[in-house]
C-alpha cells in the first residue's frame, strides 16, 4: 500500500507532463486547434484523480493557461469538461479569457465562432482584474499587431457585458487611471477605440436613465403613492366615465418603475460589491507579497551585515600581517646594517 501512495503522485505528474507537454505546442492553424491525441483526451477524462487546474508553473499557471495561450481550443473544451475553473487567475491576475482576447489565434477560427463559444464558457471572468487593475477589455488593445482581430473581440465583448446588463465593465479604469478606450488610442486602435467609446457612452446614458426613474420613485413614494391617492380622491362620476381605469393602468406603470428600479439598483449594488471584492482580494496578495519582499529584504540585510562583518575581521588581521611584515622587513635591514 506504501508503494502505490508513492506511485500515485509519480503517476499524476506523468499524466499532467503529457497533458503539458501537448499544449506547450502551438496549434496547427485553426484546423488543428480543435485537434486533440487520443491519449491526452483519454488522460484529461480520466477518473485516475487527474486534476485539471493543476498549477504547470512557479506563475500558478494552469493547463487553461497554457491551452489558451497556443490557441489548442478542443483541449479548452475537455479541461473545461473535466471541471476546470475557467475564472482563475495566474499570480499577476491574468485569466484565460485575457489570454484569448490579447493575440489573434481565436479570431483565426472565427469561422467556428471561438471566440464567441469562449465568453460564454469564461463568463465568470468577464469582469476579473488582473493586477494593474485590467480588465479583459484592457487586454483586447495589447492585440495591437493585428488590428482587426482587436475590433472583432471589442464587438463581442460589448456585446456579451450588455447582454449580461454588465457594460459599465467597458468604463471602469485599471489602477493607473487608464481606460480601455484610451489603452486602445494609445496603441493606434483607433477602431476599436470607437466601439468602446460608444459603449462607454451607453453605459452612462444607461446609469443616467437609472438615476433619474430612481428619483422619481423616491419622489413617488415620499407622497405616498400618488396614483392610489389619486385613484381614492376621484370623483365616481369621473370613474363611471372610465377615468378609473386610466389611474389604475398610471398606478401599475409606477409599481412597474418602482420594480425596475429595485431590481437595477440591486444589480448595481451587486456588482460594485463584486468589484469591491476582487479590489480587496487584490490588496489583500498584494499585503502578503510586500511582506514576503520585506521578510526576503531583513534576510538579505542580515547576509550583508554577516558579511560586512566578515570584511572587518579580515580588515583587522590584514592590518595585523603588514604590521608584523612591516617589523620583519625592520629587522632585516636592521641586521643588514650592523654586519656591515
Not at 233 to 260: F, I, K
Not at 284 to 299: G, I, Y
Not at 316 to 332: A, C, F, I, N, S
Amino acid at each position: 500500500q506504501q508503494q502505490q501512495q508513492q506511485q500515485q503522485p509519480s503517476l499524476l505528474d506523468d499524466a499532467v507532463s503529457l497533458v503539458l507537454g501537448f499544449l506547450s505546442r502551438p496549434a496547427a492553424g485553426p484546423a488543428g486547434s480543435e485537434h486533440v491525441p487520443a491519449a491526452v483526451e483519454e488522460t484529461i477524462l480520466s477518473d485516475r484523480g487527474f486534476d485539471p487546474n493543476a498549477e504547470v508553473g512557479g506563475e500558478r499557471t494552469t493547463l487553461l493557461h497554457v491551452a489558451t495561450r497556443h490557441g489548442h481550443w478542443g483541449a479548452v473544451r475537455l479541461l473545461l469538461q473535466r471541471g476546470a475553473d475557467a475564472a482563475r487567475p495566474s499570480r499577476d491576475g491574468t485569466t484565460a479569457l485575457m489570454l484569448a482576447a490579447s493575440q489573434p489565434l481565436a479570431y483565426a477560427a472565427r469561422q467556428a465562432r471561438v471566440f464567441e463559444w469562449l465568453l460564454d464558457a469564461f463568463e465568470a471572468a468577464l469582469i476579473k482584474r488582473d493586477k494593474k487593475g485590467r480588465t479583459a477589455v484592457h487586454w483586447v488593445s495589447l492585440a495591437g499587431a493585428h488590428e482587426p482581430a482587436a475590433l472583432y473581440y471589442s464587438t463581442l465583448l460589448v456585446r456579451k457585458l450588455a447582454s449580461r446588463q454588465l457594460i459599465e465593465v467597458v468604463s471602469w479604469c485599471d489602477y493607473l487611471g487608464c481606460s480601455a478606450s484610451k489603452l486602445a488610442v494609445d496603441c493606434g486602435l483607433l477602431r476599436v477605440a470607437d466601439v468602446l467609446q460608444q459603449a462607454a457612452a451607453q453605459a452612462a446614458s444607461a446609469a443616467l436613465e437609472r438615476s433619474g426613474s430612481s428619483a422619481s420613485t423616491v419622489s413617488l413614494n415620499s407622497t405616498g403613492s400618488a396614483p392610489a391617492v389619486a385613484a381614492a380622491a376621484m370623483p365616481s362620476s369621473l370613474a363611471r366615465r372610465g377615468g378609473g381605469d386610466r389611474y389604475e393602468a398610471a398606478a401599475r406603470r409606477a409599481s412597474g418603475l418602482v420594480c425596475a428600479a429595485t431590481d437595477d439598483m440591486r444589480r448595481e449594488h451587486q456588482q460594485q460589491r463584486r468589484a469591491i471584492d476582487a479590489d480587496t482580494e487584490y490588496a489583500a496578495q498584494l499585503l502578503l507579497e510586500l511582506r514576503s519582499e520585506r521578510d526576503a529584504a531583513c534576510a538579505d540585510a542580515d547576509a550583508y551585515a554577516a558579511v560586512a562583518q566578515q570584511c572587518d575581521v579580515a580588515r583587522h588581521v590584514e592590518d595585523t600581517m603588514r604590521r608584523r611584515v612591516e617589523q620583519t622587513v625592520g629587522l632585516q635591514h636592521v641586521a643588514r646594517t650592523s654586519k656591515l
